[in-house]
Nanobody, 118 residues
Framework: QVQLVESGGGLVQDGGSLRLSCAGS????????MGWYRQAPGRQRELVAV???????TYAEVVKGRFTVSRDKAKNSVYLQMNSLKPEDTAVYYC????????????WGQGTQVTVSS
C-alpha cells in the first residue's frame, strides 16, 4: 500500500522559511515525478512545484525564486524549501506522486498545514 507522509509544516512569520519533507513507502517512485500542491480555504488545489525523475523541475509562477523542490530517489522522498514566505502562501500543502506521462497525481499525502502570519 502506497503511503506518503509529510512533515515540516507549521506557523511562521511573514518573510520566514520552512522546509517540508515527504517520505514515500509501499512502492518505488524512481520513474515518477514527485512534488507539492497546495490548497487554501475556498480555493482549488494548485500545483506548487514538481520534479521529474530526471531532475527537471516546474514551479508555479508565484513561488519562483522563493521555493526550491528537491528529491532523494534512494529515500523515496521529496522536499520543499520555502523562503521569503508570504501570508498568501498559507495553505495545506500536499505531497504528490505523478506517473510517467501523466499530469494528474496518482497518489497524495494527507497534507500539512503551513500558516504565514503578517
Amino acid at each position: 500500500q502506497v503511503q506518503l507522509v509529510e512533515s515540516g509544516g507549521g506557523l511562521v512569520q511573514d518573510g520566514g522559511s520552512l522546509r517540508l519533507s515527504c517520505a514515500g513507502s509501499g512502492s518505488s517512485f524512481s520513474i515518477n515525478s514527485m512534488g507539492w500542491y497546495r490548497q487554501a480555504p475556498g480555493r482549488q488545489r494548485e500545483l506548487v512545484a514538481v520534479m521529474t525523475s530526471t531532475g527537471s523541475s516546474t514551479y508555479a509562477e508565484v513561488v519562483k525564486g522563493r521555493f526550491t523542490v528537491s528529491r532523494d530517489k534512494a529515500k523515496n522522498s521529496v522536499y520543499l524549501q520555502m523562503n521569503s514566505l508570504k501570508p498568501e502562501d498559507t495553505a495545506v500543502y500536499y505531497c504528490a506522486v505523478i506517473g510517467p506521462f501523466k499530469t494528474v497525481p496518482d497518489y497524495w499525502g494527507q497534507g500539512t498545514q503551513v500558516t504565514v502570519s503578517s
